[in-house]
């Protein structure tokens, strides 16, 4: 798992250490000092801790003007023991929501499990986007599973063309664009 970086090819458009808008700002980070990990494997130092032992995340594009942000994730969303839904919704999103976005694009093709615990944090972070959305993009097979099999599902637009997206190959606009058009199609 250490060799699983954050996508970087959006750098030269994009970097949440260098936005002072973003939780992440002047944040420093290690080329070769491998500090954190996943279950018993190191993580790329690139990727953001952001209080959880099993989860962390990278945002890679954030556009205050059209409201949305690219959070890419990596390891086990764990909300029935760590509770990351709860971090992450306080520390990342709320302050993000604050700066005006309300479009969340996860990509969770590096989340290996999924354990639930109740929906509060999901209830309120849905309400609190108004015209805004929560869509997740190449998210496994069994984690899907089971966000549907508790109804999480609901708070989330997911499934369909967002099930095997290949974002890389657009910029973040492009891909945005690509989402965005989707997601309202789902939503009338």
Request: net charge negative; hydrophobic share 35%.
């Amino acid at each position: 798992m250490h060799d699983i970086e954050p996508y970087f090819n959006w750098r030269h458009y994009y970097i949440s250490s260098e936005d002072e808008r973003s939780p992440f700002y002047a944040r420093e980070y290690s080329e070769f000092e491998f500090t954190d990990q996943v279950y018993n494997y190191m993580i790329h130092p690139q990727w953001d801790n952001i209080g959880s032992p099993t989860l962390f995340i990278k945002i890679i594009y954030t556009d205050y003007e059209e409201g949305y942000t690219v959070i890419e994730l990596i390891g086990e969303w764990n909300d029935a023991i760590n509770n990351d839904i709860m971090t992450l919704k306080r520390d990342i999103i709320e302050p993000l929501i604050y700066e005006g976005v309300d479009k969340f694009i996860l990509i969770g093709e590096n989340v290996l499990n999924f354990h639930y615990s109740d929906d509060c944090y999901y209830e309120e972070w849905f309400d609190e986007l108004e015209d805004g959305y929560i869509a997740l993009i190449n998210f496994h097979e069994h984690v899907v599973k089971e966000f549907n099999e508790i109804h999480l599902d609901q708070y989330f637009v997911l499934g369909g063309e967002l099930e095997e997206f290949s974002w890389r190959t657009y910029t973040p606009n492009q891909f945005f664009g690509k989402v965005d058009t989707y997601v309202q199609k789902r939503l009338n």
